[in-house]
């Protein structure tokens, strides 16, 4: 069964990684995709050309998320061409990872341009367009969804990676807020936050055996996640299975979360 047919997505930073993963498994539920990227036109086109063959619409659409100039087009062919938006994925993110004595202003500013600014800029636009739609009873009971693919460490302090973290922090109260004050209107907000997922963003960290055990000794459930573990927990927060989550930070994360320092101690 088709959980999302006739529903209309529109997930950024989708030419690969978990964005990419994301964009494939809506697809495969029903939905119509826009396929959001920055770079790679290439990779781009092949992830929709998967997601048309199955039998849906996929679009792409080249935009940086952090520019105003580039996000309010962006939602525009979304009405244009697909005829609205019923489900947003914020997944578009980076890292610029520096020792924080030396970390520079434009470190800084890239990431929270990028990881939180993009996803204020596309929920604003996103939240405009399902108010101007309204409500589709026919596909689904919420007016509008909109999933944020925060991170672990919108909890867990990252030194090494400060502005990463700060971004990610801000992503859990603007979520959480956005979703509170929605919620009246049938809007549900919620984030997805990965653990170590294997993505070209950490590939030091599981690209050889050395760096991968290091890797499972903060993962209690002992093995990597895959981009498809986000997919499908994309999928449920989209549908109408989660219809009664809102303002929820989901942890995709093997047990990252757990203290795994405490496994065997304390
Ligand atoms: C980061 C990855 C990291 C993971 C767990 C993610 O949000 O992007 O680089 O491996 O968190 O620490």
Redesign the pocket.
């Known amino acids: 069964m088709q959980k999302l047919k006739g529903q209309r997505a529109l997930v950024t930073g989708a030419s690969s990684g978990i964005g990419k993963a994301v964009a494939l498994e809506l697809g495969r539920a029903g939905a119509d995709v826009l396929v959001n990227y920055r770079s790679g036109d290439d990779m781009a086109n092949e992830v929709a050309a998967q997601i048309a063959s199955f039998g849906v619409r996929a679009l792409v659409h080249r935009a940086d998320v952090s520019k105003e100039a580039d996000v309010v087009p962006m939602f525009e062919r979304m009405a244009a061409e697909l005829g609205g938006i019923d489900i947003l994925v914020n997944n578009a993110?980076l890292?610029k990872d520096a020792d924080f004595h030396d970390m520079t202003l434009d470190q800084w500013n890239t990431v929270i341009s990028v990881n939180l600014t993009g996803q204020f800029l596309c929920s604003r636009e996103a939240i405009r367009l399902f108010r101007r739609q309204g409500m589709r009873p026919e596909v689904s009971k919420a007016m509008g969804k909109i999933v944020c693919i925060?991170?672990?460490?919108e909890v867990?302090p990252?030194a090494g990676?400060v502005n990463?973290a700060a971004s990610?922090g801000g992503v859990m109260l603007m979520m959480k807020s956005i979703a509170q004050e929605y919620a009246s209107q049938r809007i549900r907000v919620n984030s997805i936050?990965?653990?170590?997922?294997r993505?070209p963003?950490?590939a030091g960290?599981w690209d050889t055996e050395e760096s991968y055990n290091a890797?499972m000794r903060?993962v209690p459930y002992k093995r990597i996640g895959e981009p498809e573990d986000i997919g499908k927990a994309a999928v449920w927060l989209a549908s109408d299975d989660s219809d009664y989550v809102t303002g929820a930070s989901i942890f995709v994360?093997g047990g990252?979360l757990l203290y795994p320092g405490f496994e065997n101690g304390g």
């Open positions: 993110g890292q925060s991170s672990v460490h867990i990252w990676h990463y990610k936050c990965p653990g170590a997922i993505t963003i950490n960290a890797l903060l994360d990252m």
